[in-house]
């Protein structure tokens, strides 16, 4: 790695390490190893959800800058706490990104239409983390 | 690689649960093939936690069953025949079954009778009309960025 890209990553190391991730998915095994591809890319915080209900209230509790939700779940699936973020104007800072198994047209189209930041098919892999939920941040002018 | 072990057999724990319930649907559909057949929405719903759980730790055979199980599971609530229900009821038996035992062991070269029971699960979804239509990634990304230029 050249000095300039490892000073880029360096630098976004440190941009992201104080984002608070809220990350909601029904499989804690999954969610340890989708925070072994975040912590790849300098995150630090996160807290967890097992559903939407349950992440609503944590939401209501505490501040976070990025939701990353799998989409099928109860009680409260993926596209129900999206809408309940958006509907929500003290959250339009909140980038939310899908990171789910589902890519069915319907449920894709769905998500696209309510707003969501990006929309990542598993596995979520470091190189997605760099590229994809780094820009939904910047879109949310949370980096 | 200890590590991933580790992280599978704590998959495997913990879908324990899951499968328990996908089970206790498919009994409750063969009490009442008709009246409890909406019970197939809660089959699929664990085949799909299943099939995500397999598909962000990269096991590809249960990825495959699970995500067969879970398709014919939603078409099946459409089926109004006792007989096409059955069938779908005992295709998703010997699914569940199979994802159990990949579940343990996972580290199991893919056998015949795995092959011939993802040809028995095609040929079932087939017959329910297949499966629903999916977007690539690539197809996601372009909805994304066509939305945002909009904006």
Request: net charge negative.
């Amino acid at each position: 790695m050249s000095l300039e890209k490892k000073f880029i990553k360096i630098i976004a190391t440190m941009s992201v390490s104080g984002i608070k991730v809220l990350m909601v998915e029904d499989v804690n095994t999954v969610r340890t190893h989708l925070k072994e591809a975040m912590r790849a890319a300098g995150f630090e915080q996160f807290e967890s959800a097992s559903n939407g209900e349950e992440a609503k209230q944590k939401i209501e509790m505490d501040t976070y800058q990025l939701i990353l939700a799998d989409l099928i779940m109860s009680p409260t699936n993926g596209i129900e706490l999206l809408d309940y973020i958006r509907a929500h104007p003290e959250y339009s800072k909140v980038a939310f990104v899908m990171v789910t198994a589902d890519s069915t047209k319907e449920n894709v189209a769905t998500a696209v239409g309510k707003g969501v930041d990006d929309y990542l098919i598993k596995p979520l892999t470091p190189d997605a983390v760099n590229q994809r939920i780094m820009k939904a941040l910047k879109k949310r002018k949370v980096i | 690689m200890s590590d991933r072990k580790d992280l599978i057999a704590s998959l495997a724990n913990e879908l324990g649960d899951f499968v328990k319930i996908a089970e206790d649907a498919l009994k409750e559909i063969e009490a009442d093939l008709i009246g409890n057949k909406e019970k197939f929405s809660i089959f699929s719903e664990k085949m799909f936690t299943i099939r995500g759980a397999a598909q962000q730790l990269e096991l590809p055979e249960i990825k495959e069953i699970a995500g067969l199980a879970e398709e014919i599971g939603i078409k099946a609530q459409l089926a109004d025949k006792k007989p096409q229900i059955r069938k779908c009821v005992g295709a998703l038996w010997d699914a569940l079954t199979t994802v159990k035992y990949l579940l343990i062991n996972h580290e199991s070269e893919t056998s015949e009778e795995q092959d011939i029971l993802k040809n028995r699960l095609n040929k079932t979804l087939e017959a329910l009309g297949g499966a629903r239509e999916t977007f690539s990634p690539d197809d996601i990304m372009k909805m994304l960025e066509d939305r945002d230029s909009d904006d």
